[in-house]
Nanobody, 127 residues
Framework: VQLQASGGGLVQAGGSLRLSCAASGRTFSSYSMGWFRQAPGKEREFVAGISGSGSITYYADSMKGRFTISRDNAKNTVYLQMNSLKPEDTAIYYC?????????????????????WGQGTQVTVSS
């Protein structure tokens, strides 16, 4: 599967952005999907994940209540709605996919558990 992330940009603190990740292929609904981010000088960190059907979602603690992951399997697209953005949310955001049922695995928060990655989209939050 090939992934193409979009929707990043510059936003003021407290603002919102919605990221999209379009996937190729005909079996999109069978893939676990995740969003990760990487700030300069820092390791890539988990943001949010979603099951193939979209019925199960999970988040990093610092994103709960502010970020929402969703997917539209008819459009082969996963979304990340980000509200109440903070300067510390500034990073490159990556979408990732894996064929396994990561939503039931302890590995679901780990970058190496995902086999497919998009190119990333820059999110910059100004104070």
């Amino acid at each position: 599967v090939q992934l193409q992330a979009s929707g990043g940009g510059l936003v003021q603190a407290g603002g919102s952005l919605r990221l999209s990740c379009a996937a190729s292929g005909r079996t999109f609904s069978s893939y676990s999907m995740g969003w990760f981010r990487q700030a300069p000088g820092k390791e890539r960190e988990f943001v949010a994940g979603i099951s193939g059907s979209g019925s199960i979602t999970y988040y990093a603690d610092s994103m709960k209540g502010r970020f929402t992951i969703s997917r539209d399997n008819a459009k082969n697209t996963v979304y990340l709605q980000m509200n109440s953005l903070k300067p510390e949310d500034t990073a490159i955001y990556y979408c990732a996919a894996d064929k396994s049922a990561l939503w039931v695995s302890d590995r679901r928060y780990l970058p190496y558990a995902y086999d497919y990655w998009g190119q990333g989209t820059q999110v910059t939050v100004s104070s």
